[in-house]
């Protein structure tokens, strides 16, 4: 296993992923709305609205368990925000090299 405690965060890097998670979180709740006003839009009967609750509630509880910014675990939430294409490669740049490499290889795992 890829251990981040081997490669200490300075200030900027840790300031910046803390920017980058927040938009990558903004990005996954615009795409969730969209869908479900989409979904909202289609309802005809009440199974169609138990459906809608279903899908808010995996959700929330996949969203809420993706999102976890703690620095231990920083370096797999980013790679599997870069596996969903919720964060570009481009956007972590601000990390040193060793750290950007990891969380490319996480992804492709």
């Known amino acids: 296993m890829l251990q981040t405690a081997e490669a200490p965060w300075s200030q900027a890097e840790t300031q ?3 920017a980058l998670f927040r938009k990558a979180y903004e990005r ?3 795409g969730l709305l969209a869908t479900v006003q989409a979904q ?3 309802i005809t009967k009440i199974d169609d609205l138990w459906k809608l609750h279903d899908f808010l509630s ?3 509880h996949e969203i809420d368990g993706k999102y976890d910014d703690r620095q231990s675990v920083i370096i797999f939430v980013f790679a599997q ?3 969903e294409g919720l ?3 481009e956007e972590l740049t601000f ?3 060793d750290k950007q490499s990891k969380i490319k290889a996480l992804a492709r795992l």
């Open 16 to 18: 910046s992923a803390h």
């Open 58 to 60: 995996a959700k929330r």
């Open 40 to 42: 909202a839009s289609q």
């Open 28 to 30: 996954e709740l615009d």
């Open 87 to 89: 964060v570009q490669a």
């Open 95 to 97: 990390l040193a090299p």
């Open 81 to 83: 925000l870069l596996k």
